[in-house]
């Protein structure tokens, strides 16, 4: 069965620190997908990456950076120099892949960013 | 495009009583979910279709129906409701894409349902 974990249940920081989202995962899938999704207290939820199981090749977008490592099995995300607007509910994901609709969620990481 | 709507947006019920939430897409989207959302719990997947006819149970199916009548809507029914499932409903929709190329495979939600059962 799949399972994501998402160790930090709350994170409080001051404005322009660096903060890293720690996220692992379980799955008997040799190719599968990771997700990153972000939900501010608004709560809608907004994608912000998608890994193939087969690309371990770190990505930046931004302030945003997403570290895959298969070995570990952990996809975290590091937002740097962080500000106000980050503060939100992070979660990790998982699917088959090829099978978008069946999302597997950790339970999340509230981000809070102190001025 | 209007990208996956709900209706309505918020909701209140009494014990006992049916509703059906709507959810529509517009981007042609092969696949749609459901999935509640809990405090503590992260999202779980309730109901799940991959094409017009074509259902099938998640995790936390029990206590809701849903059919797929078109490729655009996809409604989830409550038919008798409990205060166990007060909780946000949010529905989503994928394009299938087997290269995993850009925009296919990855789930967009709509804005959410709020529930609360008296």
């Known amino acids: 069965a799949q399972k994501v974990t998402q160790a930090q249940t709350e994170i409080s920081v001051v404005e322009k620190e660096d903060v890293t989202l720690d996220c692992v995962y379980e799955t008997r899938d040799t190719t599968y997908y990771l997700f990153w999704y972000k939900q501010p207290p608004s709560g809608e939820l907004v994608f912000l990456i998608r890994r193939n199981s087969f690309d371990e090749q770190n990505e930046i977008s931004g302030r945003y950076s997403w570290n895959f490592q298969k070995s570990t099995s952990s996809f975290n995300f590091t937002i740097t120099a962080s500000q106000v607007v980050d503060s939100a509910v992070y979660f990790c994901?998982?699917?088959?892949?090829?099978?978008?609709?069946?999302?597997?969620f950790g339970k999340g990481t509230k981000l809070t960013v102190n001025p | 495009n209007a990208g996956v709507t709900q209706t309505p947006k918020f909701q209140v019920l009494k014990t006992g009583q049916s509703m059906t939430l709507q959810c529509a897409q517009d981007?042609?989207?092969?696949?749609m979910s459901w999935y509640r959302q809990d405090p503590g719990m992260g999202l779980r997947l309730i109901h799940y279709s991959v094409g017009a006819g074509i259902t099938d149970q998640g995790e936390v199916p029990n206590g809701y129906n849903v059919s797929r009548s078109t490729t655009e809507d996809f409604p989830l029914r409550l038919l008798s409701a409990a205060p166990s499932q007060t909780s946000v409903y949010f529905c989503?929709?994928?394009?299938?894409?087997?290269?995993?190329?850009?925009?296919?495979?990855?789930?967009?939600f709509g804005p959410g349902t709020r529930l609360t059962v008296l």
């Open positions: 994901a998982l699917s088959e892949w090829g099978g978008s609709e069946k999302l597997v």
């Open positions: 989503a929709s994928s394009l299938l894409g087997a290269s995993g190329g850009q925009g296919t495979d990855t789930q967009y």
């Open positions: 981007m042609n989207h092969e696949y």
